[in-house]
C-alpha cells in the first residue's frame, strides 16, 4: 500500500475556515479519498491524499468556504518534478560518473608484490614493455601473455600473477631459488682459528685435529688439517670440515662528541601542487627544492577510492619548516647507553649466529668526546676455512 502510494504521489494539506468539516464532507461526495485527518483546532485540520486529486480538492475548499494549503508533497511526481529543476545537476552527476566509469578503464596504479632481488623498477621497465605502464587500457591486457613474457624478460623469476581491481592493477611475482651449490672436495685446505678463545666442544667431519677442547688457541692458528698421511701409500689431501666451538673475549669501543649544533623550529610555511598524469603543476611561485636550513613533510591526498577507482589526480601538501641551530650539551647516560646498543649491536653482527655470554661498558670523556668501550665474554663458532697453499 504505501508503494503504491509513493508510486501515485501524495500530499500533507491544511484546511482552514469556520467550518472545515464540511470541506470532509463535500470531498466524500465528490469521491476524493484521503486519510490522516486530524484536528488542530476548530478551525484548522490537517488530511493526506493523492497528488493527482490536490487541485480538485482546492477548489471543493474554496466552495465551501474553506482555504487549501499545501504543506508538502511526496512520493514519484514530487521527486520528478525537483529533479528537472536539477538538470544541470543531474547532467554534470552524470558527466562526473561517465568520467569515473571511462577512467576505471585505465590502470592508473601498478603495484609489484613479491620481489626481493630483482628490483621493482626492472620488473616495471618489462612490464612496459609488455603494455602494462600507468594510464594503459587494461581491458585490452592478455594477463597470460603479459605474464609469459614477463617471465622471458626477466629469467630470474619462476613466477608472475597479474589481477585488476578497479583502476589499480597488482603484480605479484615469485623469484627463482637458485640449487645450493655443492662443496666440492676440492681443493683440499685446513680450518684455522678467527679469534682467540677457549675451544668448548669440537666435531671433526673431515680431516685431522691439531688441537682438542679445552686448549687455548690464538687467532690464525690451525685447528683441523686437511693433510692425512698414510703409513701404508701416499698422503692424501682432504677439504676440512669441522664444527670448532669455543668461548672467546671481544673489545669494542666507540665515541661521539659532549657538544652538538641542536635545531629548534622557527617557523612554518604550507606549499601545494597537484599532479596530473605523473605531471606536477605547482599553486606557488620559485623552485620546489627545500630553502636551506629547513626540512620539508610532504603528504599525498590521491583521488582515488580503494578497490573502486583510481584517477591520475594527486594534492600534494608540503610543510617546510624553517630551523635555527643553537649549540647543545648531549645527555652522558643516554649518549652512553645509545653508544653501548650500538656496539652490542655491532658485536653481535660479528658473532654470526653465535652468543653473548656477558659484558661490561665502561664510558670516559676526552678532549670534547665520549668514549665507550664494550667488554665481552662470547661463544662462537671459529673454524674458518683456508685452502692449502699451492692448490
Given at each position: 500500500?504505501?508503494a ?7 500530499v ?5 475556515g ?34 493527482r486529486?490536490?487541485?480538485?480538492a482546492?477548489r ?18 514530487a ?7 536539477r538538470?544541470a545537476l ?32 626492472e ?5 612496459a ?24 624478460e ?17 603484480v ?30 669440537m666435531?671433526?667431519?673431515a680431516g ?15 685447528l ?7 703409513p ?10 669441522a ?8 673489545e669494542?669501543s ?60 594527486t ?11 643553537a ?15 650500538q ?9 654470526d ?19 665507550v ?13 683456508r ?5
Open positions: 500500500m504505501r503504491a502510494e509513493f508510486m501515485r504521489g501524495s500533507r494539506a491544511e484546511i482552514s469556520v467550518e472545515p468539516e464540511r470541506c470532509l464532507n463535500a470531498l466524500t461526495l465528490s469521491g476524493i479519498a484521503f486519510r490522516e485527518a486530524v484536528s488542530e483546532d476548530a478551525f484548522t485540520l490537517r488530511l493526506s491524499l493523492d497528488a486529486d490536490a487541485a480538485e482546492a471543493i475548499a474554496e466552495r465551501s468556504q474553506c482555504a487549501l494549503r499545501l504543506l508538502r508533497e511526496s512520493g514519484v511526481p521527486v520528478r518534478r525537483r529533479l528537472r529543476r538538470a543531474l547532467a554534470a552527476a552524470g558527466l562526473c560518473f561517465a568520467l569515473l566509469a571511462a577512467g576505471s578503464l585505465f590502470a592508473w596504479e601498478i603495484d609489484v608484490v613479491g620481489e626481493e632481488s630483482v628490483t621493482e623498477g620488473i616495471r621497465r618489462a612490464l614493455a609488455c603494455g602494462v605502464y600507468p594510464g594503459s587500457f587494461w581491458p585490452g591486457w592478455d594477463a597470460d601473455a603479459v605474464c609469459n613474457r614477463l617471465l622471458l626477466l629469467p630470474e623469476l619462476s613466477w608472475a600473477g597479474l589481477s585488476v581491481s578497479g583502476s589499480r592493477a597488482e605479484r611475482v615469485r623469484e627463482r631459488i637458485e640449487k645450493p651449490p655443492i662443496v666440492s672436495e676440492e681443493p683440499p685446505g685446513g680450518l684455522f682459528a678467527r679469534s682467540t678463545g677457549i675451544i668448548e666442544r666435531e671433526v667431519l685431522a685435529p691439531l688441537v682438542s677442547e679445552g686448549e687455548a688457541v690464538v687467532e690464525g692458528e690451525a683441523v688439517t686437511g693433510e692425512l698421511p698414510s701404508v701409500g701416499e698422503t692424501r689431501y682432504v677439504r676440512a670440515q664444527k670448532v666451538t669455543a668461548r672467546t673475549w671481544h669494542l666507540a665515541c661521539a662528541p659532549l657538544e652538538y649544533s641542536a635545531l629548534s623550529e622557527a617557523g612554518t610555511s604550507m606549499r601545494w601542487a597537484l599532479e596530473i598524469c605523473g605531471r606536477r603543476v605547482n599553486f606557488f611561485f620559485g623552485s620546489s627544492q627545500t630553502p636551506p636550513g629547513c626540512g620539508k613533510i610532504i603528504t599525498e591526498y590521491p583521488l582515488r577510492l580503494e578497490g573502486v577507482f583510481t584517477l591520475p589526480l594534492l600534494i601538501r608540503e610543510r617546510v619548516l624553517r630551523y635555527d641551530a649549540p647543545a650539551a648531549a645527555d652522558t647516560e643516554a649518549l652512553t647507553a645509545e653508544l653501548s646498543e656496539l652490542l649491536t655491532e658485536l653481535r653482527r660479528r658473532l649466529g653465535g652468543e653473548v655470554l656477558n659484558y661490561s661498558v665502561s664510558a670516559a670523556e676526552s678532549g670534547g668526546a665520549l668514549y668501550t664494550l667488554r665481552a665474554e662470547c661463544r662462537e663458532e671459529i673454524a674458518v676455512y685452502p692449502a697453499t699451492g692448490s
